[in-house]
């Protein structure tokens, strides 16, 4: 199995008739999606999504992917392939359009629909080519053909890219559920034709390759939610990922059954099911929805309300509910459903939804005691199908965090694929499917950026640096001010501190230290300004230091009058 | 059922006769244990724990319950009881003893070895009196009677409190694992004796309420932990807390099983081990144990680390070693045991270490993957059998948060405690057992006490706000130089920031602002160092925000020559 190696450099340029392979992002993570196939001087890209921050990223709104690998070469890019229309794989959309606008966007009906909505909140107008399963499509050397897959979101495609280099068949993200709610089947038939064609290459989803076994069916859901919304004695209030049609359909059906009304909440689940529904993907019962303004009107009985927040963001519907900062508030009686996965990374914030729920008198149901949720990503089960109908001679797993990558390329050496025949790569790590053998021939630079309010890319990981530090133990600043002419001390020190827990009393204990420090300093010749800064700064967080056994941010500031 | 209302008031004077109950720590948390009962003018307290702070608690170490409710009755207080040696239970009696020295100390001889272990390092000699099970004993007005209980670590005990106000039973932590390693079994009969006497007033741990069933024998895992050290290939790292004797112990005779020697890796597992073996606990056959310094020289097949660190805490050795920062370089072919349960608020760092150990070719066996842990607390089944043999009239669910308290009250519902005989209480409730009827009588205050660094209650909730915002946004401060005599500007505004992400040179751009602002504010009349601060601040944030949409702290500096 080839790992990338610590001290990759930078790849020697492509083989005649090769193709090249850099993930800018999904690779050792789960999210910001994006992969770039180049051939014949030409590039093609699947997916351009973002990733949610973790808390050792304070601050910061969304990740993007690094586009500076292709920056230079904007005009070499045929298309943009969206496997489908979840976050990870289309949110970063806008910010690469902003290097170039007309890149040819390529995607399903629902898929287009939402990156157009969320374009049209960037002011841009995007080039599109809508394309359905079992199509062909050329862009520049890249033969692409589509393929039906399932997903916790409709409409999902696998790309297969064919060039003179070979054949690749990237999965997007799918899991094989057999009853599928909208009949739309995984195209297991499609990848056994591309199976006996030669796969040269596969590249497949990991998230759930630890899992054993199968994923149930989204169906197996539907009596669940029915049985909670029947026995529920008040208020009924889902929350849902804002782009899971499906499973907001089951709950529309059995508010239905019951005879609830159904209220919408949050902006985003209120775009993305108008769309859907506009598109036909949700079948909405005309009366049944209700303008969540209008929810105290109806007896609690009555009523169904859907919102987003099931990740417990904290500034969505469900978690303002839990602390009780909105409009519908949670009462004794009340039942909330949380029908959706735990993004892991999200647990201590839904934990905290589920006890502020309780506390007010809610009954919570969750994955955690029904069976109220099913993973749109195939486990070690299904992803072994997939090997075995696809035969692949060289196996890149994509999609995931090392373990599930790793985990998912011990599936692969299982099915018989050649352990030197398995690439596990990162972002950034190039990889070249040259002679029928994918290969890693160096590295490139595939950091994170950060959108931060209306930057893109001004936070670096130096400000995230000078973030932990100031959130973990606060600074003091020391402000000194040198009389230009003369060298000596005009006014000052004065000593400020926030975060720090440190008494304001203690902290005046240290100036006679600074004044001394500074007096011995002058003593020894000239005092330029970097040279009080570094006597300051060693001073103060030495006492801090000793005094305290802690390190707070010292900022010595020197200002000539 | 009674629930606290968030505007309770002080409590009156507890009546005649009439039992006082209130918990300092550990209802609304998993944590920092600590309940206070009073009688007769008298104190007895139950546990003395810590509470490990979540990512919104920044820079801290740990947290404590507030002493505020009995600092000025320290001399009150008969007898500090320690259900058993876990850190939420005895980590803050370094810092109760402060408040006064020679309080006695009551529990088992491990809890008490393992408290004083701990004192030791705090420099304090305390008062012990050892207790077994069986025994009773008088504190004041106090008389307890003491019971086996099976838990997670050895000789953990249950306490039943007699006054006149009636008989009390707190369980502290327990399971009722029916195959102990010990053959220690949480005494049942016992708990049926107090019921046929009559238990006014049950206090049962929470945690597993919600967990259907019943907790698996702690034996069933010898077997798993045999078969991972027979076929790992190479050296094998157990992880594990620094307290589960039995757990250690399955460890090394599995070790010793297969030919292994053992060496213990972190202080606190040396420590801990080393007094469960003098005291009898840990049986480790002699030259099994060898030197972690000595590992180099055994080749890896030969090898069981322990050590801690099955929490991702960053500083452990587990976590050094995902990171390539302990000298202990984990290789391809090594496997990593965790044997532990995953604490609510660690899943992000605990799935860090699983990454970076994989990423460096280890194998990671985890309760996600093997059975190689059983909780240490009683699921819901086992908590049935407990509330069907005491048959209390009242029912107080402790030690949980919300979700597991009110599922605890459901599960007393079910046999048969009058609903309104059941009392969830929070942290600083007063709940008072009078007349055989447990009654929420008022509040007191019970807040978080954060030690960080060496001192105690010093970082406020305050502070912690301040360091929210300071790692959230960083800070901009902008120091502003004014001749006293004149009152007109002499230096400055300098700006400097922080964590902003702002570029330096755009942060310039708002210096003509300031200046401008300043101008204005001067000619309006006299300008003060606080209307000074005041138009920075308003013209830095307005600007901040508009351009950036960000709010960092913005900190003036006004400093007079």
Redo the contacts between chains.
């Keep these: 199995m080839s790992h990338p190696h610590p001290d990759l450099g930078t790849p020697p340029p492509l083989a005649e008739g090769g193709l090249r392979i850099v993930a800018l992002g999904g690779l ?1 993570e789960i999210g910001r999606n994006m992969a770039v196939f180049e051939h014949d001087g030409r590039l093609l890209i699947v997916d351009c999504g973002v990733l949610f921050p ?2 050792e990223q ?2 910061i709104d969304l990740i993007l992917p690094d586009f500076e690998y292709i920056r230079d070469r904007m005009d070499d890019v045929e298309a943009l392939v969206l496997t489908h229309g979840h976050e990870d794989h289309i949110g970063a959309v806008p910010y690469l359009l902003r290097e170039r606008r007309d890149i040819p966007i390529v995607g399903s009906k629902l898929t287009l629909a939402l990156v157009e909505a969320k374009l049209t909140e960037h002011r841009i107008q995007p080039v599109k080519v809508e394309v359905v399963e079992g199509e062909r499509h050329r862009f520049g050397p890249f033969e692409t053909e589509f393929f039906a897959v399932n997903h916790s979101i409709p409409d999902a495609l696998a790309v297969a890219i064919r060039t003179s280099a070979g054949l690749v068949l990237h999965t997007g993200d799918f899991r094989m559920d057999q009853l599928p709610m909208d009949g739309r089947l995984t195209d297991l038939g499609g990848f056994a034709r591309l199976g006996a064609e030669g796969v040269d290459l596969l590249m497949s989803d990991s998230t759930n390759a ?1 899992v054993p076994g199968f994923v149930t069916s989204e169906r197996e859901i539907a009596p669940v939610i029915d049985e909670v919304i029947r026995t529920a004695q008040k208020r009924v209030i889902v929350a849902s990922f804002a782009s899971h049609v499906h499973r907001v359909q089951q709950v529309m059906d059995a508010a239905a059954n019951h005879g609830r009304k159904v209220a919408l909440v949050g902006r985003s689940m209120i775009r993305n099911m108008g769309i859907a529904r506009d598109l036909g993907y949700l079948k909405v019962p005309p009366e049944l929805i209700i303008d969540s303004r209008d929810v105290e009107a109806l007896p609690p009985e009555d009523l169904v309300l859907i919102c987003t927040g099931s990740q417990g963001e904290p500034m969505a519907a469900l978690s303002r509910m839990a602390n009780r900062d909105h409009p519908i508030r949670i009462a004794e009686g009340d039942t909330v459903l949380m029908a959706s996965s735990l993004v ?2 999200n ?2 914030a839904v ?1 905290r939804v ?3 729920l ?2 007010w ?1 809610a009954r ?1 149901v969750h994955k ?2 029904a069976k109220v949720h099913v993973s749109g990503h195939a486990a070690a089960g299904e992803l072994l199908y997939l090997l075995n109908v696809t035969r692949p001679s060289n196996f890149m797993p994509v999609h995931g ?3 599930h990558m ?1 985990a998912h390329a011990e599936l692969a050496a299982l099915t018989g694929v050649p352990r030197d025949h398995i690439v596990i790569a990162e972002d950034g790590v190039v990889v070249d499917l040259v002679d029928g053998r994918a290969r890693i021939a160096g590295a490139v630079s595939a950091g994170y950026v ?1 959108v ?4 893109v890319g ?3 990981d130096f ?2 640096k ?10 003091i ?1 020391i ?1 000194i ?1 040198v009389d230009s002419a003369t060298g000596k001390l ?3 020190p ?1 000593i ?1 501190a ?6 304001p009393d203690m902290l005046s204990e240290i100036l006679p230290q600074i004044e001394r420090a500074l007096e011995n300093n002058a003593a020894d010749g000239v005092a330029d300004a970097q040279q009080i800064r570094r006597v300051v700064r060693r001073t103060v967080g030495r006492w801090v230091s000793d ?4 390190r707070p ?1 010292i ?1 010595p ?1 020197v ?3």
Tied chains: 1, 2.
């Design positions: 050792g973790e808390p304070p601050g630890e892991p990374g647990e201590t934990n589920i006890n502020g309780t506390r008198g919570v955690g005691n965090e090392w373990r790793r950060y931060d309010g209306t930057s001004d936070v670096t400000a995230l000078d973030r932990r530090i100031l959130g973990e133990e606060g600074f600043s402000v001010v005009a006014g000052g004065e400020h926030r975060g720090s827990g440190i008494d005094t305290f056994r802690r941010m900022v500031v200002i000539e009058v």
